[in-house]
């Protein structure tokens, strides 16, 4: 079966450093999307990766190794708007988006 | 980046009332549109994929005669929650894929809360 995991909570300080860790089991893949979602809010795209590697973009970065399945979500400088789910999801060889149940990010002052 | 609006933005029914919910990209026309079910402290679910002009797939679990999918346009699709209960209450999100795009992200609407009397 497919099957994406991810930590359920994590916490962090304000100002810190947090990887958020995500593996993967599904029938391909066509790349690895990192969504911030708030409560009561949509989704909201954040990354994506199809190639091995890190993808910098700003104060998030994202990391990809296929061959392991697996991928972290770094945030860095952490602020309070920070405190979020984010969620993990794979498009597997249909295209279909497979998802985690999402990392709860509480940040603390 | 691409819009998608969701109307309404929520909604409050009674038990056996029909709910319709819309979900328009609006400067891109979406070939796929996506519906999501959310509860409380959980992921996404999908609900069903739509192709514009053909009838909508479902997952499994997920009844075709009760939640009904239009997508009549490219850039308009229609969730009809029928004969609804206080168990369909719910986040119910719609996205939407552009055909052709490099890496066919999807572009999530604001989502609708529905909450069923």
């Known amino acids: 079966g497919q099957n994406i995991d991810q930590p359920t909570e994590m916490t962090a300080t304000e100002g810190a450093i947090v990887q958020i860790n995500c593996t993967y089991q599904t029938s391909g893949f066509n790349g690895l999307f990192w969504y911030q979602q708030h409560a009561g809010e949509a989704p909201t795209f954040l990354s994506y990766?199809?190639l091995d590697g890190l993808e910098e973009k700003g104060r998030f970065s994202s990391f990809l190794s296929r061959s392991k399945g697996y991928s972290y979500l770094l945030l860095k400088e952490l602020q309070m708007k920070d405190s979020a789910s984010y969620l993990c999801?794979?498009?597997?060889?249909?295209?279909?988006?497979?998802w985690g149940a999402g990392t709860k990010l509480i940040i603390k002052p | 980046g691409a819009v998608v609006s969701q109307h309404p933005s929520w909604v409050i029914c009674k038990s056996g009332t029909s709910v319709k919910i819309e979900c328009r990209s609006l400067d891109f026309q979406a070939t796929t549109m996506f519906w999501y079910r959310q509860f409380p402290k959980q992921s996404l679910m999908l609900m069903a994929t739509?192709?514009?002009?053909?009838?909508?797939?479902?997952e499994q679990g997920v009844e075709k005669d009760k939640f009904l999918i239009n997508h009549a346009s490219l850039t308009l699709s229609t969730l009809t929650v029928t004969s609804a209960h206080p168990e369909d209450s719910s986040f119910y999100i719609c996205?939407?894929?552009?055909?052709?795009?490099?890496?066919?992200?999807?572009?999530f609407g604001p989502g609708t809360r529905l909450t069923v009397l």
């Open positions: 739509s192709n514009e002009g053909s009838k909508a797939t479902y």
């Open positions: 996205s939407a894929r552009e055909g052709g795009s490099d890496y066919n992200e999807q572009f």
């Open positions: 999801a794979v498009m597997d060889s249909n295209y279909q988006l497979i």
């Open positions: 990766n199809v």
